[in-house]
């Protein structure tokens, strides 16, 4: 195990978040450098996390000598730079969600990190929750068979920064900025390796005084039937909403991650602070998050990030991954605006090719399909049966 050595570029929200999740737990890693465009807001944040170098240039700080991994938590609209830079300097790359504004950037970043050959990690920590890799794992045990629907939500009442309102630099609304999850958390529920191959998407602006989308409700469909439903918005009151349900021939997983975690508290006179990210009282009844960091799954990203950099293997989640989210993200607008299926362009694809439709049927004997069997109140068994050969659909009472 090598300790890493980090450059944090921008000292806002998530870098926050990062360097508390870095420096966390008694960890050897630490981040060494902190970048912010002002010399003051640099100094604060060093001061804050204890962090030796600050500085105001973005190259002097992926140069810097010190350093071995950058991580990026600058704004959208300046992660392709950003990533550009840190590849030539020929340090390890992690940047955070979404990869690019777009498929094009997104593209350009994967092809900048190939050619550097430089590690790249794309940080969608929401992958990575304690709740999500034990899902995940029954997931690929077949617990619940072949994953035909998976429904991911993330709501609460809009980000905490100007630039995440501006569409030319955040890319767009709700579905860049929260989408990006969903859509990820549903490819690696569905299989990574299936294509996605079209999607239905509505996006309204419904409240906010925005260009952007603050609401948007979406359909991905996987080219073995599967589909990926995701619902964002910055108009929902009361709190992050995280959950994500997941259904397949065999079985279902619901998950609460955030809000309703089973962690609720009244108080009367209030908090008087901070309760968790997003929550808009600290009065009344509240839902407190035990650990957040835990809770959105930085801890068990940063750890995949770092083996996966000393053992020299792809991580779970690598640019490839956020570019295509972009891209799918790229056709939802495009269907937004249509009202139609829109196809996935994938430029690049390296999953399965022709993959073929789920098939769940299932034997009941020689001549029969078993469509459904279901004990009723009245004591009895009901059959739903097919027949093969002539296709007629019979029951069956026990
Ligand atoms: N769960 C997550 O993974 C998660 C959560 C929040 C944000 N993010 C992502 O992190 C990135 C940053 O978001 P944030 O919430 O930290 O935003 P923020 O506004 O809190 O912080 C952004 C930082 O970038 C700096 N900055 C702004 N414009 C700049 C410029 N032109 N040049 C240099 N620095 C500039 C700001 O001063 C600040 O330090 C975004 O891509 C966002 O999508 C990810």
């Known amino acids: 195990m ?8 921008g000292t806002g929200f998530i870098s926050d978040f990062y360097t508390s999740t870095l420096h966390g737990q008694r960890s050897g890693d630490r981040v060494v450098l902190a970048y912010s465009r002002s010399e003051e807001r640099g100094k604060k944040f060093a001061d804050k996390w204890d962090i030796p170098l600050f500085t105001n240039d973005l190259e002097s700080a992926v140069n810097h000598p010190e350093i071995d991994t950058v991580i990026i938590g600058l704004p959208n609209n300046l992660h392709l730079d950003a990533v550009l830079a840190a590849a030539a300097a020929g340090k390890n790359v992690l940047c955070t969600k979404p990869l690019g504004r777009t498929a094009a950037e997104a593209k350009q970043m994967l092809k900048a990190v190939e050619k550097a050959g430089v590690f790249h990690g794309y940080l969608e920590d929401l992958v990575y929750t304690h709740k999500t890799l034990k899902a995940l794992k029954s997931v690929q045990n077949g617990a619940l068979g072949e994953i035909l629907w998976v429904r991911s939500r993330e709501t609460h009442p809009g980000p905490h920064s100007d630039w995440f309102w501006t569409s030319e630099l955040s890319g767009g609304g709700a579905i860049v900025d929260m989408g990006c999850h969903c859509i990820e958390i549903a490819r690696n529920f569905i299989g990574k390796d299936i294509r996605p191959v079209e999607v239905m998407c509505w996006a309204d602006t419904q409240v906010k005084p ?26 929902f009151r009361g709190g992050m909403d995280l959950r994500d349900e997941i259904s397949g ?16 508290m009244f108080t009367a006179v209030g908090e008087g602070g901070y309760v968790a990210e ?20 930085y801890d ?38 249509s009202k139609k299926w829109e196809p996935i362009d994938l430029e690049i694809w390296r999953g399965k090719s022709s993959v073929k439709k789920i098939n ?33 659909i019979i029951q069956r009472e026990l």
């Open 2 to 9: 090598k300790n890493k050595k980090i450059a944090i570029l």
């Open 210 to 235: 925005i260009e952007a989308e603050d609401h948007g409700i979406g359909l991905v469909k996987y080219e073995n039937g599967a589909i990926g439903q995701f619902e964002v918005s910055w108009n």
């Open 249 to 264: 021939v065999e079985g279902t997983i619901r998950m609460d991650h955030f809000l309703r975690t089973g962690f609720d």
């Open 278 to 297: 997003k929550a808009e009282t600290d009065k009344g009844w509240l839902f407190p998050v035990g650990d957040e960091v835990g809770a959105l799954g």
């Open 300 to 337: 068990n990203m940063f750890h995949d990030m770092f083996e996966s950099i000393d053992s020299n293997q792809k991580p779970m989640e690598d640019f490839y991954d956020g570019y295509v989210v972009n891209s799918i993200i790229d056709a939802c607008y495009k269907s937004a605006k």
């Open 360 to 392: 769940a049927l299932a034997d009941y004997d020689e001549k029969y399909y078993l469509i459904k069997k279901e004990d009723m109140p009245n004591g009895t068994t009901k059959l739903i049966l097919k027949e093969k050969e002539s296709g007629k």
